[in-house]
């Protein structure tokens, strides 16, 4: 993802597919320097960020259906709306045909007489349809509809919301909503320093816990309530709130996306930016999927992909709402860390061993301290206490200045990024002078300082106020969350550290193999064995020795000309699973042998009424890992690459990873490693290494092929593809392709 080094690794496999007689052909990953908007599938490389200023802080503001008459609905929401527009300098211009004024401000009857021009338009009416259409005349440029009754609803609904839509890409504004809240106009603390946490949802009440932050000291900046998401949606405030200086963070509550595209240019941009971005994503489960679906209307999206695309461009997935307001607020307020290593360090050896198990467990690495630095902590610290990493201080010293000498000794070691201490209960005195010497220690150092304060109550002074008083330290409630927020800190920051786009090195123009591949797709069905590695060789894969043959005769001609032994496979367009079907014969080693196969081919085709294009006559591949790699399409994100272990182990492990392109050679080695049996790759039981660099060019070659065809594969499925030992390549045995 961070970019690629392909030149001599791509010369390298060159080399040994020729020295095999399968000469790859056409530049399959190189960038062509063509500038342009979208890459070679047609797909945009960048979205106009909308400027929303005039949104969250307009000059004046229309609200269409405004009340004041004591009871009703539309009354509540006028009158938060004047509060609203006099906090952020607005002036309100009431919209009513009956009334000629609302809480003592002159009305005008319609839209259509607004007399001067208005940033923004509230609709507080049932069908905000027309009220667009009216709209489109007047130099409105956003407008909010709160109404229901869309593509929440189903299919009536979903077609209400497409018109809608259209009106509104008509009528040149950008709308919030339908089935939105006033959440974006809610009373922001202005008391509150340091970067602020800008929140999206598409369900108002799951931000409350967000929103409330702001009553701990976390301030707040912007907060989103997407709704339907007809026109303005997550990704376009993703995109806005990441330039906004003040945003240290962005959390999201998210259903389902409108627009994979969007999304990922979204998260994109927020990676440049350096700005982290903290999503709940509903749907890993079918029963959540279903419940998004009729909360917003939107997609979900295959979780497995959903969840690959938001590592891809380094959006922190977490799974709680109690998650979503400690991973951002410690990502919007703490600095970058100048070491990846942490240390607990607690008043408790259990503790710190029950703490330092779950950190290791979650992938935190936990250094041991140098023997100078445990010598120096002894100073302080009983010899039969361990200081190595975690350190038991056997109870953080009260009454002197040891306890703050200790937290600065740690902070100091170099390999020290994060220090985190437990306290699973208050213990006054000791806890409130161990609470106050962390605040101090904190405000002196740019190091991380963490606390976790595991009573249940929250009410103690050393809680309330001396921790959260602090905005140097990162105060949890619960192990978990602080462990989770302390990961996904460290590896934000390490992903965005020099941060490449991917969408930078995306091809812009097809290469030579694209124009081969495209001649040997059929629209609309799927294509033989034979054609679909024709399709491979087409893009520089290699696929064994063989020939197609339609006799007896012509097989053991192409037996001896592939060599001894042979594999033979009857190849047709309608045949997917030949093994199951007695299809295959492997070990041929005679001529006799090869007749006799081929006559046995052919009469269980014509037996189970299979249309054969002819039999494989394939040369005998060595021993290696079996591997499947191929490519699918999603709804939300279009071309999806998946790699994993194959043959039948792909069916009953199900051990895959998948990306969506473009990536590059890196990402491409992190999805092997995510696999649960890469150890096979490496060698097991005395088998050799595998050649791991020829599967990662594979890997390539098939994303590339994804975008370059993305308009007429439909899938591809190489399995097995083979991997060699070490040095000695990939071959795919068999594919599987359909055409769009």
Not at 215 to 241: C, K, M, Q
Not at 624 to 647: A, K, N, Q, S
Request: some cysteine; glycine content about 10%.
């Amino acid at each position: 993802m961070l970019g690629s080094t392909h030149g001599t690794f791509t010369t390298d496999l060159r080399a040994r597919v020729v020295a095999c007689g399968e000469e790859p052909t056409g530049v399959v990953h190189g960038v062509t320097a063509a500038p342009g908007d979208q890459d070679v599938s047609g797909r945009p490389l960048h979205t106009p960020v909308p400027d929303l200023d005039r949104f969250f802080r307009p000059g004046s503001v229309a609200v269409v259906g405004a009340s004041d008459t004591e009871g009703r609905p539309n009354t509540g929401i006028t009158r938060q709306l004047l509060a609203w527009a006099e906090r952020v300098g607005a002036r309100l211009v009431p919209v009513h045909p009956t009334r000629t004024s609302v809480f003592g401000i002159d009305c005008v009857p319609s839209v259509a007489a607004l007399t001067e021009p208005v940033d923004l338009a509230v609709l507080l009416v049932a069908d905000p349809l027309p009220v667009i259409e009216e709209l489109a005349d007047t130099k409105v440029r956003f407008a909010v509809a709160f109404a229901s009754g869309f593509a929440e609803t189903g299919e009536a609904g979903a077609a209400a919301q497409e018109r809608l839509a259209a009106a509104v890409r008509r009528s040149g504004i950008r709308l919030l909503g339908p089935n939105t809240n006033l959440n974006a106009f809610e009373r922001f603390r202005d008391d509150l320093e340091g970067p602020a946490v800008a929140l999206i949802t598409q369900s108002g009440h799951q931000g409350r816990p967000v929103f409330t932050l702001q009553e701990l000291g976390v301030r707040l900046s912007h907060w989103a309530p997407t709704g339907n998401e007809a026109d303005l949606e997550t990704s376009d405030f993703i995109s806005y709130f990441a330039g906004l200086p003040e945003v240290g963070a962005i959390a999201c509550y998210v259903e389902g996306l409108k627009d994979g595209r969007s999304f990922l240019l979204a998260a994109d941009r927020a990676a440049r930016q350096g700005v982290p971005v903290v999503a709940v994503k509903v749907g890993r489960t079918e029963t959540g999927a279903r419940t998004a679906a009729s909360h917003t209307g939107k997609l979900t999206g295959a979780d497995q992909v959903v969840d690959a695309a938001m590592r891809q461009y380094g959006v922190i997935r977490v799974d709680g709402l109690d998650q979503l307001q400690d991973t951002a607020t410690l990502l919007a307020r703490a600095r970058r860390p100048q070491a990846d290593g942490v240390v607990v360090y607690s008043i408790s050896g259990g503790t710190g061993a029950h703490f330092a198990d779950l950190a290791t467990a979650a992938g935190l690495g936990l250094p041991t301290l140098p023997q100078a630095k445990q010598d120096e902590l002894h100073q302080w610290i009983p010899e039969y206490l361990s200081v190595s990493n975690p350190v038991d201080n056997g109870g953080h010293p009260v009454g002197d200045w040891r306890g703050r000498k200790i937290i600065d000794a740690i902070l100091a070691d170099p390999s020290v990024g994060v220090l985190i201490c437990p306290i699973t209960g208050p213990f006054p005195p000791m806890s409130d002078k161990l609470a106050q010497d962390l605040v101090d220690a904190a405000e002196a150092t740019d190091k991380l300082v963490c606390v976790v304060w595991g009573s249940p109550v929250g009410t103690e002074e050393a809680y309330r106020t001396t921790l959260l008083g602090s905005s140097r330290v990162a105060t949890f409630r619960t192990f978990g969350n602080c462990i989770g927020a302390v990961k996904a800190y460290l590896d934000h920051h390490r992903f965005t550290l020099g941060y490449r786009s991917p969408f930078d090195e995306a091809p812009r123009t097809p290469s030579p193999s694209f124009r081969k591949a495209q001649a040997l797709m059929r629209p609309g069905r799927r294509l033989s064995e034979h054609a679909a590695k024709q399709l491979l060789r087409a893009y520089g894969i290699r696929v064994p020795r063989e020939q197609l043959v339609t006799s007896a005769a012509a097989a053991v001609r192409a037996a001896g000309l592939v060599g001894y032994p042979v594999v033979m496979k009857a190849s047709g367009a309608q045949l997917a699973h030949k093994t199951e079907l007695g299809l295959v014969k492997v070990g041929l080693t005679s001529a006799s042998q090869v007749r006799d196969a081929y006559r046995e081919l052919t009469d269980i085709a014509r037996y189970e009424s299979i249309d054969l294009d002819g039999v494989l006559v394939c040369q005998m591949v060595g021993r290696g890992v079996e591997m499947v790699v191929g490519v699918t399409r999603d709804e939300l994100f279009g071309p999806t690459v998946t790699v994993g272990l194959g043959g039948v182990l792909v069916e009953v492990l199900n051990d895959t990873a998948v990306r969506v392109p473009p990536f590059g050679e890196r990402e491409a080695r992190s999805m092997l490693a995510e696999l649960r049996g890469r150890a096979l790759l490496e060698g097991v039981r005395g088998a050799p290494p595998a050649d791991v660099d020829a599967l990662v060019e594979v890997v390539l070659r098939v994303q590339r092929m994804a975008l370059e065809l993305d308009g007429d594969l439909a899938e591809l499925d190489i399995n097995p593809l083979m991997v060699l030992p070490r040095g000695q390549g990939a071959v795919a045995l068999d594919a599987l392709a359909v055409c769009r």
